[in-house]
């Protein structure tokens, strides 16, 4: 693996639609499924030894660094620019990926491609064109066709039709005498599949780049199943997660030799700085643009080789976790703390152990445990009720068996028993070691309960050892979280979430993850919340807006919808007409008005 500075990194289709939320991190491969960064995944800059390179490389691309295969990266050639280089890799990948090792095109073969006017479309008409085939494709208006035409000039025009209709069908039929195409290359299932399928010649291939194949788009490739020899899904990120053996390498090759004849080439392009990045991704999601859309990390230097200098990001705090230590997580086989280890695996932890009153006793327990393991992580269930003195220094002396201890991390509170944070048992070598001493508290412990005096009194404990802790100087990042009622999980995510609990909603476990590794990152009290408030969209004064009705109104406006009282408040943002990046000027809303808190930028350098 080599770690390479980024200076320019390619929008695609596939980073708006995770953006945007039309496709779900559920539907990447479950490598990138439980990631933070999954946007980007080509990009071009300079490798650790100052060279010139493009490549491609797991999300995210879209950063300042990546860690990337050697057999994923191509020298840039000495007449591009890196501007340049960077319209190139995941394009050309696709068309290769897609047309050569899946359909494997044959000379004089004829080719239909849906959207030649995008960077992939572009592409694919390219490499089709290279090995000698007869290429149709569609385009949105005679702009498209000049600027197709001025790249691709062995594309014959008569062969261009519009999408607007499905008169193309007839006309591909008749230019090809009635049999119809060898390969179709489909970019989307929209109301004009069944023109594209009827373009299919007996023995065909049909080969699918979309990232998703609906109910009615099955329906459709059943029924002309008799024609097609071979039905391809190409999804390049599922490559991306293998990123090895002989399919990786062929791909790679193909690559490579395409730069040397000169197949691969730049695309035209458009440019935005990272200030600009909302309007980068509208950009890339509409159908505006024949140009591919790039953000710019760095300026490129005159000199072809030389080392990057350290450049300053805006950016969001994200913690991490040393794989050398020891992380203990008490109470941790809840549904709150099988999330916490989740979450903390996915930031580097190796080495785990979870105490809990029992043993690993359901399905879900297992389940979790065996896929942190999956992930790499070494993970050791201690079945102890940690509340004397003795048990204590037998779980230290037994986590630090596989390493430093770098953390605590105490989810066990209960009424009945005296928390892990009342044994103050800590001898030296913890003391040298450790990051983080994190309490789980309650809001129980801030405003009280009827009937819980004893559990608001414990968790008050908890958050008074964190503020001594602090006093006395001892290390890590010492913190205790008063939080509300939690979503998703435990007691709430069985009786549902909508619930409302001592005048509170409950927080989603996406919300909680994000909140605390925010408060993770800050410095400045011992002792924190996070609750949502119930009585923020309650009535207010005659005449006045409730906040919800502000909310409502406000994302009415940005979807284009006059009366919000009209909309099925089921309806998801997309059945609306959610269009790329509305959703986030919608979620900034949302942080504005209902005082959600969002984590404000820091620069490093790097």
Known sequence: MDTCAVYFAGVNKR??????????????????????????VEFSGRDFSGKRVMGICAPPALASTVRCSRSSLWQVPTHWTLEEAATAPFAYATAFHALIMNARLRKGETVFVQSGWTPIGQAAITVALSHGCEVFTLTRNQDDVAALLASCPRLKEKHIYSNKDVTFERAVLIDTA???????????????????????AKGSRFVDISFKTDEEAQRAFSSEAWKISSFHKVQLDSALARHQGAEWAELSTLIQEGI??????????????????VDAFKEASGETGFEKVLIQMRDEEREKTIQTAATSFPCVYRSGFDPAKTYVIIGGLGGLGLELSDWMVGRGVRKLVITSRSNVSTGYQAKKIAHLRKLGSEVVVVPVNVNTVEKAKALVGSASKLGPIGGFFNLGLVIDDKP?????????????????????????????HAGQSNYGFGNSFAERLCERRRLDGLPGEILAIQWGPVADVGFV?????????????????????????YMLSQSSSSVVSSYVHNDRSSAVDAGEETVAQKI?????????VKDVTSVDGDKEFIELGLDSLMSVEIRQILERESWTLYTPPRRFSR
């Open 15 to 40: 980073d708006v639609l995770l953006a945007n939320g039309a496709v779900k991190m559920d539907d990447l491969p479950g490598e990138f499924s439980d990631t933070d960064g999954v946007l980007g």
């Open 178 to 200: 009635r049999k119809g195409v060898d390969v179709v290359l489909n970019f989307n299932n929209d109301s004009t599949l069944k023109a594209r399928l009827g373009l299919l």
């Open 260 to 277: 040397q004849s000169g197949v691969v080439k730049p695309l035209k392009r458009r440019v935005y700085r990272m200030r600009n990045l």
């Open 420 to 448: 892990f944070t009342e044994q103050t048992v800590e001898e030296e070598p913890v003391r040298c070691t450790l990051d983080y001493f994190v309490m789980f508290s309650s809001v129980v412990g801030l405003h009280g």
């Open 493 to 517: 995510g069985k009786i549902g979430n909508s619930v409302v609990i001592t005048e509170k909603f409950p927080q989603r476990i996406q919300s909680v993850k994000s909140t605390f590794d």
């Open 552 to 560: 409502a109104r406000a994302v009415g406006k940005v979807l284009g």
